[in-house]
Structure formats: C-alpha cells, structure tokens
C-alpha cells in the first residue's frame, strides 16, 4: 500500500534569524563557560606543516583509539559533483603507491580490531581502536594513504558503482532516506549543506575521477586534518608523528566559506507519497552552529521535548493522544547554521497531517502559556549528560567527540566546554531560545 510520506520544513521569520550562513561570531555570542574538570591531559600541538594532534592519555586505558579527521566534508563538494567527499572516503581503503587494497583491514583484523570511516557536512573521520604495540603500524598506514593514493581506475569504477548501489537502497527505497534529504534541501537551498552527503543521482552518474584526484589535493593535506588519540598512549608518541607526518607538504588554503543568503521557507509542507504501512513526518527549523551561545539549550529543548516517554511531544503523541510510535528530536552540530530536527513515525491510519497539525499546536503553546520547567530541564540534562559520559567512558567515544569539535569549533577543548554549557542550563536559558529559534 502507497502511503504518504510529509515533509515539513518550517522557516524562522526574519525577525527571529538571519537570512545568511553565518560564522559563529555573527550569530551570536560564543559559549564562554566554565570548562568541566578534565585535568590537564588533553594535549594539543600542531606541526610545522598544519597538522593538528590531539592526545588523551588514559593510565588505566589498555587499547587506543585513533582518529584522523578532515577538514573536508560533502558541504566542500563542487556544485555538480556532489557525494566526492563521501566517494573519496571509499578509495580511501584502496591501494596506496606502497600498499595493495586491503592491506590495511588484513592488518588490523589479524590483531582483532577493523577500520571505520564516515562523512557528514563539516568533515571525514577514519578512525580504529587497537592494541598499544599496533599504534605506530597504524600511524605509518594513515600516513601513507593522506598523501599516497594510487588511483587505480579499476577501483573508482568499482567504489563508484558501491556508491551508487548505496543510494538507491539508503535515499531512492528509503522513507526516511527521502524525507531527509528533501528536509535539508528545503531549509538551505542551494547552500553546500542543501545537497546530499550521498552526492546526487545524476552527479554520481557522471562522476569522473578527476573531481575526486581534485578535492583529495585540495583537502587531504596534513593542515587539513586532525590525529586523535585517546587510551594507553606511549612516551615519545609526538616524536614518532612527527617522523611519519612531518615531512608531508601542506594543502592549498582552506577555500573561503562565505556567507549564503538561505531561502525563506515561510512554513512550507511538502507531501512525498511512497511505500509504506505508516505515515512519517520530518520537520525542520534552522537553528545555530554548535560554537553558538544557545546551542547547548537547544540540545537540552530538544531532549525536554522529545527521546524518553516523559518528554513533552513523546508523551502527548505516543500515549495521551497515541498518534505516533517513535518521536526524535534532536539540535545538529555543525560548523554552520544547524537545523532543530524532528522526526516521527505515525501510527497506522493516522495522517501525518494530523500529527503535524498537533506538532505546531504544541510548540505555539510552549511559547506562549505552558513554559520549560526547572523539573523538565533537570531531567533532561540527566539524560544527555548520562549518554554523554556513557559514551565518553571508552577510548573510542573521547576520541570521537574531541575529534568532532576539533573540526566544528576548531579546538579539542570546545568539547569541554559545550559539556559544561549543557550541565549549567537553565530552565529560563532554554525558554529563551525557544522563543527565539521556534
């Protein structure tokens, strides 16, 4: 059975927020709070040619974990090139000018781990968790594969056509595939962070090499790129980088990411129809990057309103009014202008108009009768904090959020301090960016 699929994109009015990406300075005020207590471990350097390291030991830590992000995700596509970043992140695995394909993943599976990568809008991350006495193999693979790609043309042909294959099954056959890449088009347009990180049809269908030799020329230079370790490092560890990165030549400058006048939505719905037993809706409001002052309360809103039974829309949609299985909601983190973005599945025969109508009743009545409580911000930053610190207790989940604000807010420490901004919420801080951002 065919069932519709709406999209919902709603527009912030122009006395509410700019029209223009913007920098974290020009939205706002940056976060300046007390910094949560983590010691001084966390090291920061950068080398003579741009590389940036971030190491946290870890005593009683008995693997590492290590990432290498980019400064270079799909919102650095070329225009009609879109999904080259995400391409370029599968001939990644491939063969190098001094190894073969594979050689890599035989090395980490033979000591029981395996090689991980993914791409968003702001950035590419390689990263692996291994054994102390692996860490300098590992070092001298992500090394040689920065700089020395071999671009075989049997392996484009091969990894295009994977790409390919995966956005047919994850976008095209997808409902949700779908509905977010409509919902991202609709909130900024022709701004890079409208086009899908996947790329599109048409652009992977004329996809040539070329495109990608060009953005891993441009982009996967040591000054573009971020080494993460976190776990049982050892002494000597900023030497045995130095020896294997330092001599590696800079990228061209970063390209300029200038300001892109965004389109005015004005509250626009847009119904899709496609296979399916439910409804879904996607909604969407343009929001902040993750360096502005009001993105830790729009992450605790977002987790009052949504993501547990007692949340405001979960609670109301699921069980008062049983129009919905599953509500999530959840403010971006991006270098950019981000997106408050809501997500939910209606249940069967229930309209997604219906649960959109109810949606906005409930918004409308948070800014202007029933505001954010103390009680419901209190629990809200137990959560967050709870799956935060949960995720912080592995080598891996340090690595992965260090790694991140290395790359979105250009420290390692903006981590710390986003976590302290999200503990110090109030319950007037968060009504206040309701109003201002809803």
Same mark, same amino acid.
């Given at each position: 059975?065919?069932?519709?699929?709406?999209?919902?994109?709603?527009?912030?009015?122009?006395?509410?927020?700019?029209?223009?990406?913007?920098?974290?300075?020009?939205?706002?005020?940056?976060?300046?709070?007390?910094?949560?207590?983590?010691?001084?471990?966390?090291?920061?350097?950068?080398?003579?040619?741009?590389?940036?390291?971030?190491?946290?030991?870890?005593?009683?830590?008995?693997? *590492?974990?290590?990432?290498?992000?980019?400064?270079?995700?799909?919102?650095?596509?070329?225009?009609?090139?879109?999904?080259?970043?995400?391409?370029?992140?599968?001939?990644?695995?491939?063969?190098?000018?001094?190894? +073969?394909?594979?050689?890599?993943?035989?090395?980490?599976?033979? $000591?029981?781990?395996?090689?991980?990568?993914?791409?968003?809008?702001?950035?590419?991350?390689?990263?692996?968790?291994?054994?102390?006495?692996?860490?300098?193999?590992?070092?001298?693979?992500?090394?040689?594969?920065?700089?020395?790609?071999?671009?075989?043309?049997?392996?484009?042909?091969?990894?295009?056509?994977?790409?390919?294959?995966?956005?047919?099954?994850?976008?095209?056959?997808?409902?949700?595939?779908?509905?977010?890449?409509?919902?991202?088009?609709?909130?900024?347009?022709?701004?890079?962070? !409208? $086009?899908?990180?996947?790329? +599109?049809?048409?652009?992977?269908?004329?996809?040539?090499?070329?495109?990608?030799?060009? $953005?891993?020329?441009?982009?996967? !230079?040591?000054? @573009?790129?971020?080494?993460?370790?976190?776990?049982?490092?050892?002494?000597?560890?900023?030497?045995?980088?130095?020896?294997?990165?330092?001599?590696?030549?800079?990228?061209?400058?970063?390209?300029?990411?200038?300001?892109?006048?965004?389109?005015?939505?004005?509250?626009?719905?847009?119904?899709?129809?496609?296979?399916?037993?439910?409804?879904?809706? $996607?909604?969407?409001?343009?929001?902040?990057?993750?360096? +502005?002052?009001?993105?830790?309360?729009?992450?605790?809103?977002?987790?009052?309103?949504?993501?547990?039974?007692?949340?405001?829309?979960?609670?109301?949609?699921?069980?008062?009014?049983?129009?919905?299985?599953?509500?999530?909601?959840?403010?971006?983190?991006?270098?950019?202008?981000?997106?408050?973005?809501?997500?939910?599945?209606?249940?069967?025969?229930?309209?997604?108009?219906?649960?959109?109508?109810?949606?906005?009743?409930?918004?409308?009545?948070?800014?202007?009768?029933?505001?954010?409580?103390?009680?419901?911000?209190?629990?809200?930053? @137990?959560?967050?904090?709870?799956?935060?610190?949960?995720?912080?207790?592995?080598?891996?989940?340090?690595?992965?959020?260090?790694?991140?604000?290395?790359?979105?807010?250009?420290?390692? +420490? !903006?981590?710390?301090?986003?976590?302290?901004?999200?503990?110090?919420?109030?319950? *007037?801080? *968060?009504?206040?960016?309701?109003? @201002?951002?809803?």
């Amino acid at each position: 059975m065919s069932r519709a699929v709406f999209f919902i994109a709603l527009a912030l009015l122009a006395t509410k927020a700019a029209d223009t990406q913007a920098s974290s300075k020009a939205e706002g005020a940056t976060m300046n709070r007390a910094q949560p207590s983590w010691g001084t471990n966390l090291i920061e350097r950068k080398l003579s040619n741009g590389l940036r390291v971030v190491i946290l030991p870890q005593p009683s830590a008995t693997t *590492v974990a290590i990432h290498t992000w980019f400064d270079s995700g799909s919102a650095l596509d070329p225009p009609n090139a879109t999904g080259v970043a995400h391409l370029l992140e599968h001939l990644m695995f491939k063969s190098t000018k001094t190894r +073969h394909s594979g050689q890599f993943d035989s090395f980490l599976e033979s $000591h029981g781990s395996h090689a991980n990568a993914a791409t968003w809008l702001d950035w590419t991350v390689f990263h692996q968790v291994v054994l102390p006495q692996q860490v300098t193999e590992v070092l001298r693979f992500e090394a040689d594969r920065m700089q020395g790609l071999a671009w075989r043309p049997d392996e484009f042909d091969t990894e295009l056509e994977v790409v390919r294959n995966e956005r047919r099954e994850q976008v095209e056959d997808q409902p949700d595939g779908r509905s977010s890449e409509l919902l991202y088009a609709l909130a900024y347009g022709k701004d890079s962070y !409208g $086009h899908p990180t996947i790329g +599109h049809a048409a652009d992977l269908k004329s996809m040539r090499q070329s495109a990608l030799r060009d $953005h891993y020329r441009r982009h996967y !230079g040591p000054n @573009r790129a971020v080494v993460v370790m976190v776990g049982a490092i050892s002494q000597g560890i900023m030497e045995t980088i130095e020896a294997l990165y330092g001599e590696m030549k800079s990228s061209p400058p970063a390209p300029e990411r200038g300001a892109t006048k965004l389109p005015a939505l004005g509250g626009r719905r847009v119904k899709v129809t496609t296979k399916g037993q439910s409804d879904r809706l $996607h909604m969407g409001w343009r929001s902040v990057a993750v360096t +502005h002052a009001d993105h830790p309360e729009l992450t605790v809103l977002a987790e009052v309103l949504a993501n547990a039974e007692s949340a405001r829309l979960t609670e109301a949609l699921t069980r008062t009014r049983k129009l919905a299985s599953v509500v999530s909601l959840h403010q971006t983190m991006t270098q950019r202008t981000g997106l408050f973005e809501l997500q939910i599945d209606a249940l069967p025969g229930v309209s997604a108009e219906s649960v959109a109508d109810v949606v906005e009743r409930m918004i409308d009545d948070l800014l202007k009768q029933q505001a954010v409580t103390d009680v419901e911000v209190k629990a809200a930053q @137990r959560r967050l904090l709870a799956r935060r610190y949960n995720t912080l207790a592995s080598a891996d989940g340090c690595a992965e959020l260090l790694g991140m604000f290395s790359i979105i807010a250009g420290s390692a +420490h !903006g981590a710390q301090r986003w976590i302290s901004a999200i503990e110090t919420v109030t319950a *007037v801080d *968060v009504q206040r960016a309701a109003r @201002r951002w809803l």
